[in-house]
């Protein structure tokens, strides 16, 4: 799995199957293949985001970033049935997986679209993102400085990091880039971080001196 879910077209032989998402208010069952995120199960680390996050804003653009086969994605689009959701990802095989679940689930609020895809103009009242520390330091603070910007005035960012993988050093490196982080839930190992717009006169430059690692 590692060396193909962030891959744009991964080699992994296709394998189809179903697991289902199952939380107090949906259930969805989910088409899953090889060469993405947790096809066999979804992830901890996401039923850990998605039991514990604020319900999404109701309406205006929300993101899911690192999207997968699209379990953050549908739930945002079922929770806030008037706001546009926009799931991204670099792995064309699990956008197409995750379009056949929103069509599957009957959810037309969300997209699932490549980063050079969405309109450079939209700002986000929401991302949640169970992103992919795997694809190393560097890669993973570019993803985030790339996107976290994009958050409307008041918009938060949730992120579900494993502690052993760097949540804590996340958070400090996210403070230091002057996006505001608070973790809001801690669980089986999961850190839950809430990441605020940077102020005006927060540093633009990213540093990397820390982070979570491979």
């Keep these: 799995m590692g060396e193909h879910y962030f891959a744009e077209r991964p080699g992994a032989a296709a394998r189809r199957r179903t697991v289902d998402l199952v939380l107090p208010d949906l259930h969805l069952r989910l088409a899953t293949?090889?060469?993405?995120?947790?096809?066999?199960r979804v992830?901890?680390?996401?039923?850990?985001?998605?039991?514990t996050v604020p319900p999404p804003p109701p309406t205006g653009d929300l993101l899911d970033l690192g999207c997968g086969y699209g379990?953050?994605?549908?739930?945002?689009?079922?929770?806030?049935?008037q706001a546009s959701v926009w799931g991204v990802d670099v792995n064309?095989?699990?956008?197409?997986?995750?379009?056949?679940?929103?069509?599957?689930?009957?959810?037309?609020?969300?997209?699932?679209?490549?980063?050079?895809?969405?309109?450079?103009?939209l700002r986000f009242a929401a991302i949640w993102s169970n992103p992919p520390i795997r694809i190393?330091?560097?890669?993973?603070?570019?993803?985030?400085?790339?996107?976290?910007?994009r958050l409307a005035?008041?918009?938060a960012a949730?992120?579900?990091v494993q502690k052993h993988l760097g949540s804590d050093s996340l958070q400090r490196w996210l403070e230091a880039q002057g996006h505001p982080t608070?973790?809001?839930?801690?669980?089986?190992?999961?850190?839950?971080?809430?990441?605020?717009?940077?102020?005006?006169?927060?540093?633009s430059a990213a540093s990397t001196t820390e982070g979570p690692t491979r």
């Design 182 to 203: 608070t973790r809001i839930a801690s669980r089986s190992a999961y850190r839950v971080l809430r990441v605020d717009a940077p102020s005006p006169t927060a540093p």
């Design 43 to 51: 992830d901890p680390g996401t039923r850990v985001l998605l039991e």
């Design 33 to 40: 293949d090889s060469g993405m995120f947790s096809p066999d």
């Design 136 to 149: 190393g330091k560097a890669a993973l603070h570019g993803l985030l400085l790339t996107w976290l910007p």
């Design 158 to 160: 949730h992120l579900v």
């Design 92 to 121: 064309q095989r699990a956008l197409g997986i995750a379009e056949e679940n929103a069509t599957t689930a009957d959810l037309d609020n969300v997209r699932f679209k490549v980063a050079d895809d969405v309109d450079p103009g």
């Design 153 to 155: 005035p008041g918009g």
């Design 71 to 81: 379990p953050i994605a549908l739930t945002m689009a079922s929770r806030s049935p």
